[in-house]
């Protein structure tokens, strides 16, 4: 039985989206749709998908910020939904922490390193102000930089720095999870590596979960054991990273994969062509009917415009795609 | 080359040196005169040479004594009923300080504290909050002033009531708005997922990055509220006519502005100098909060 630290069931996020001069509103986008996923302790979850897939909207119901219109989120076993302020505060915050996309604006400008990197501290643990700024110092050297960083100001750093100082921050309470939006993709290139070695390492030395959300799917296969592809607002494909890259089964996950890098031309098959997606994704305030991805699938089928597939497992993992029912 | 480089970097390294000595000294011009002004101010018993209001028919309308015609006796003239000006320029510095201070004070705290919060919760608590504001927004300051200098009767209390009780909007509009912005900042959401009461986020993520617009909002408001007291003064809301303060000493001067123009220009010029030197200041204690200038 694998040790599950978190488990999203059923979740769904629900938008009222207005418009025009007297606020009238004209629909619900289901930013998230019924969406399940769970992740084991010390290990990595990846959720996948274009821009408006619905990946942040998951991250926040996991977070708090919002709270999801339907579903529930356990933490080791628990429905924390259920909780109150005090147990949230309590139980739940201090043990799920971000790392968020954007090295520039997840800083108050106006804080230095060690106010920032101690503000977990002060907010949840009462310590001495030195006992704070040595666990800053202990921090800091765990994400590789150094004592005198703590008396800087963000703005003093490069954007590589400042996301090892948000990783710092993440750490600081301990937590068992921690959700990293997009950690690099707002780095420069030459120093994405430096970062995911970071956190990979961090993730062992402390048996740290991690739920990744990436475009990048090199990222993602470094990174994690599991992936969720995920496609207007829902999950398509589920399953453990390596047998997932192997053995893509949604057409929209083949297509993800042959659009990015990880497959040289030259790897590819005499008669593997290389998959293009064509159109725009559709809007989520009026997804199309029966199978989401129908209007772009190179390989649908009548049915698919016209009844929803079911989630279905195949091998180890799981698919939501007519070809498998 | 590598030596051009190096020549460069010294002599841009010696001109910012020289600049950062040319904004301390800029510096000390602005915070000398408030200071001077301040002091005059608490200790304008000691320094005012005549009573600022007593009245001598027989020196009226002498002009400053470093002028054709001017007696040693007054350094800045007199008025038309024969006052010393210098004197009553000391006296109403008490008067036109305090009272821009006193209500600059008041109504940005009232403003900031709303504005936060409005902007901060938003939803019906916003949409109170602004509805009070723009009601604020709309009613005219001497209108109020009137209505409690009858309730109260006419005092230096009644016109500090009657320009906080609106004057807080001004502050609560703009800081809102910034505020509003700051919510949807990343580290407002990393604040919550740390687990920071909504409290703390609002005094230590929120307020400290709405401090610029608070201080060019106050510096701006000195001088309006030096001339507001005058109007107030001159409605006859404030303080009673023999006492001075700078907006009622220029008013007073306005019908000799041809024959005895330093009854009027020399509280102008205090006005002046005191709007100016707030912004100076404003401008330097903005950048010196700010830790993106703080080094240059
Ligand atoms: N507060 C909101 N109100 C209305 N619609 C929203 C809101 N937040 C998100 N949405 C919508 O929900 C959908 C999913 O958004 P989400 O930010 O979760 O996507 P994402 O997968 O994180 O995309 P990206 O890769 O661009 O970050 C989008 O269509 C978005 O427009
Ligand atoms: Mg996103």
Redesign the pocket.
């Known amino acids: 039985m694998a040790d599950i630290l978190l488990e999203g069931r059923n979740l769904t996020?629900l938008?009222?989206?207005r418009r025009g001069l007297f606020q009238g509103l004209i629909g619900m986008?289901r930013?998230?749709d019924n969406v399940s996923f769970s992740i084991e302790r010390g290990k990595t979850l990846s959720l996948v998908?274009?821009?408006?897939?619905?990946?942040?909207?998951?991250a926040?119901s996991v977070l708090l910020l919002e709270r999801a219109t339907s579903g529930s989120v356990y933490f080791e076993g628990k429905d924390i939904y259920q909780y109150n302020k005090d147990q949230l505060k309590r139980e739940y915050r201090p043990r799920v922490q971000a790392v968020q996309q954007n090295p520039w604006s997840s800083m108050n400008p106006r804080m230095r390193v060690k106010d920032i990197v101690a503000e977990p501290l002060v907010v949840n643990a009462k310590q001495s102000k030195k006992e704070n700024y040595d666990r800053v110092v202990e921090l800091l050297d765990q994400v590789g930089l150094k004592a005198e960083h703590a008396e800087h100001f963000p703005h003093e750093f490069s954007g590589g720095q400042r996301q090892r100082i948000a990783v710092a921050r993440a750490l600081a309470l301990n937590p068992s999870l921690v959700v990293l939006?997009?950690p690099v993709s707002a780095l420069d290139v030459s120093i994405r590596a430096q970062i995911m070695n970071l956190l990979k390492d961090l993730q062992e030395a402390h048996n740290l979960s991690y739920l990744v959300?990436a475009?990048n799917l090199a990222t993602v296969r470094y990174m994690s054991h599991g992936v969720a592809i995920?496609y207007l607002?829902q999950i398509v494909e589920y399953g453990d990273t390596e047998d997932l890259f192997e053995n893509p089964l949604h057409p929209y996950t083949n297509a993800l994969i042959s659009a990015s890098d990880l497959k040289l031309p030259e790897d590819r098959d005499q008669n593997e062509k290389e998959i293009i997606l064509s159109g725009e994704m559709p809007?989520?305030l009026n997804p199309p009917t029966g199978c989401r991805f129908h209007t772009r699938c190179p390989e649908a089928r009548p049915e698919c415009s016209k009844i929803e597939p079911e989630m279905v497992t195949v091998g180890k993992h799981q698919v939501k795609c007519h070809k498998f029912v | 080359m590598e030596y051009l480089r190096d020549i460069n970097e010294a002599k841009i390294e010696k001109r910012m040196e020289l600049r950062r000595k040319f904004s301390r000294l800029m510096l000390i011009i602005p915070v000398v005169i408030l200071a001077l002004l301040i002091l005059s101010a608490i200790f304008a018993p000691l320094l005012a040479p005549y009573s600022p209001t007593e009245i001598a028919m027989t020196e009226r309308l002498q002009p400053p004594s470093f002028l054709k015609g001017g007696s040693p006796k007054h350094f800045l003239g007199t008025d038309s009923l024969g006052r010393d000006v210098f004197s009553r320029i000391i006296y109403g510095a008490r008067i036109s300080l305090s009272f821009s201070l006193i209500v600059i004070f008041i109504t940005g705290t009232v403003g900031t504290i709303l504005g936060i919060i409005s902007g901060y919760f938003g939803g019906r608590l916003d949409s109170f909050i602004m509805r009070f504001t723009d009601v604020a927004l709309s009613i005219p300051a001497i209108l109020i002033a009137i209505i409690l200098a009858v309730g109260l009767g006419p005092s230096f209390k009644t016109i500090v009531i009657a320009s906080s009780i609106l004057g807080w909007s001004g502050y609560a509009r703009v800081i809102r708005g910034e505020a509003m912005r700051l919510r949807e900042v990343d580290f407002v959401a990393q604040a919550r997922i740390i687990g920071s009461s909504r409290m703390r986020i609002m005094i230590k993520h929120i307020f400290p990055n709405v401090i610029n617009p608070l201080i060019i909002i106050a510096t701006m408001m000195v001088g309006l509220m030096i001339i507001i007291e005058a109007t107030l003064s001159y409605l006859g809301a404030g303080i009673p006519p023999p006492n001075p303060s700078w907006g009622a000493m220029v008013n007073d001067g306005r019908n000799y502005l041809e024959t005895a123009w330093w009854i009027s220009f020399f509280p102008g010029f205090c006005i002046g100098l005191v709007v100016l030197s707030c912004n100076y200041l404003g401008d330097w204690i903005r950048d010196k909060l700010d830790p993106r200038l703080r080094r240059l």
């Open positions: 996020m938008y009222p989206v986008v930013a998230v998908g274009e821009s408006g897939a619905g990946k942040t909207t998951t926040k939006d997009e959300i475009h995920m607002g809007s989520p």
